[in-house]
């Protein structure tokens, strides 16, 4: 696997009411071809800021991302997202839905056939060819969720970015889509950068855990490698004396490396909530 992106040096701020707000410093991560990075850290760590950084949807004050060379300063089909929201377009079926974007991406490329059998493969690949002509009212939402994997696939990108995208399901629907995403990550051989407050999610999923200090200014504190085999069964991790080891190593420093969220004085179990908080609440309608 060769390194292919770059993040280097980015440090973002915010015009606020009260003054600028920094809340990235300094970040720098390198990622190779098919590599799955996971990043974790509690509300208002900068978690969300620095996916929406390689997605190009926000400009770093300083340093920048390169991906195969190239600088990354705007939204495109060689990054898709993967939002906890799926994001349907309501009015449209299934395959409606990731057909806007095949036809977006794939303009002139592809014949009318080629499409319809990109399509369907793609659905495949996210266990929901039998829903291909459902509309979004009609299916689950762990379904949609499968749906919007699946048309994020279908445009082919370079890099995954997953912003918490199990987040919003119930446990047996979060254990069944990470299957899935494992079954098709060990597939396609995608590059993914996952956000996660789920540390047993991050373990099970990731080939390195990046562990990020409470803002404001922000940066990795930490990068925890999880040398474990693939494929991967959840059931056997479970025993296994170098899951739990990994899975303890990123609770200490989330507890007690990094027990005092948002600079408070007191000390508090810190709440590992299943959206990032105010801070970065905050930065992202200061940006908009």
């Not at 987040?167 to 597939?187: F, K, V």
């Not at 925890?224 to 303890?248: G, K, T, Y």
Request: charged residues 25%; hydrophobic residues 40%.
């Amino acid at each position: 696997m060769n390194r292919f992106l770059d993040i280097s040096s980015v440090g973002i701020e915010f015009n606020t009411d009260s003054g600028t707000f920094r809340a990235l410093d300094k970040v720098n991560l390198s990622i190779k071809q098919g590599e799955f990075v996971s990043l974790i850290g509690h509300s208002g760590c900068g978690k969300s800021t620095v996916l929406n950084i390689v997605a190009g949807l926000l400009e770093a004050t300083e340093g920048g991302v390169i991906l195969e060379g190239k600088e990354v300063n705007t939204p495109g089909p060689d990054r898709a997202v993967v939002f906890q929201n799926h994001a349907l377009l309501p009015w449209m079926t299934v395959y409606q839905n990731v057909e806007l974007a095949v036809k977006q991406v794939f303009k002139g490329q592809k014949s009318k056939s080629e499409i319809h059998d990109w399509i369907a493969h793609n659905l495949e690949l996210v266990h929901m060819s039998h829903a291909i002509h459902k509309m979004p009212h009609e299916i689950s939402g762990g379904m949609k969720q499968r749906v919007g994997i699946a048309r994020c696939l279908a445009m082919q990108p370079k890099v995954l970015l997953m912003d918490e995208p199990f987040g919003a399901l119930d446990a047996l629907t979060r254990a069944h889509l990470q299957d899935s995403l494992m079954e098709i990550q060990n597939d396609l051989g995608n590059t993914v950068i996952m956000i996660t407050h789920d540390v047993d999610e991050a373990v099970l999923l990731s080939d390195r855990i990046v562990m990020m200090t409470n803002g404001p200014a922000a940066s990795i504190g930490e990068i925890l490698d999880v040398d474990l085999p693939r494929p991967r069964d959840r059931l056997a991790l479970s025993e296994s004396p170098e899951f739990n080891q990994i899975r303890n190593r990123a609770l200490r420093f989330l507890y007690e490396k990094q027990k005092f969220p948002g600079g408070g004085s007191r000390a508090k179990k810190p709440r590992l909530e299943a959206v990032d908080g105010a801070s970065e609440s905050k930065s992202a309608s200061a940006a908009a």
